[in-house]
């Protein structure tokens, strides 16, 4: 015959409870919006490094300086050194172009 044990039963009750309670709280942990914005808001981050670095390589190889090796997430404090002083007004324009093309898709998306 099965464990009929009142004390068992309830020790068994109370740490599935226990145990459900933890994943309930983990679940709501990982959907919880302030989180998911800061995994959003990291990941645009590290995707916009990355992509900032992309693009400075490419500038650098077009103008023909050679590109400096910078890791992703790098926080020298020597961003635009010497031999690179001459690409930060064309990086910055990119990011201009970049911006402004941006508004203009999203104001377009809005018009419709």
């Keep these: 015959m099965a464990d009929t044990d009142p004390a068992e039963l309830e020790r068994r009750i109370e740490r599935t409870r226990a145990e459900l309670a ?3 709280d983990a679940i709501a942990d990982r959907v919880s919006p302030k ?3 800061r995994r959003t ?3 645009a981050e590290s995707s916009a490094r990355e992509f900032l670095v ?4 490419r500038v650098g190889e077009a103008v023909g300086v050679a590109p400096r090796p910078v890791k992703v997430g790098d926080e020298s404090d020597d961003l635009w050194a010497d031999e690179q002083a ?3 007004p ?12 941006a508004m ?6 809005r018009r419709r």
């Excluded at 992309?54 to 390589?57: L, M, P």
């Excluded at 064309?90 to 093309?101: D, F, P, Q, R």
């Excluded at 203009?104 to 998306?109: E, Y």
């Design 86 to 88: 001459d690409l930060a």
């Design 22 to 24: 933890q994943t309930v």
């Design 41 to 43: 808001v990291a990941k």
């Design 104 to 109: 203009v898709m999203l104001w377009r998306r």
């Design 90 to 101: 064309i990086l910055i324009g990119v990011g201009a172009m970049l911006a402004v093309t």
């Design 54 to 57: 992309s693009v400075g390589d």
């Design 35 to 37: 989180k998911v914005a």
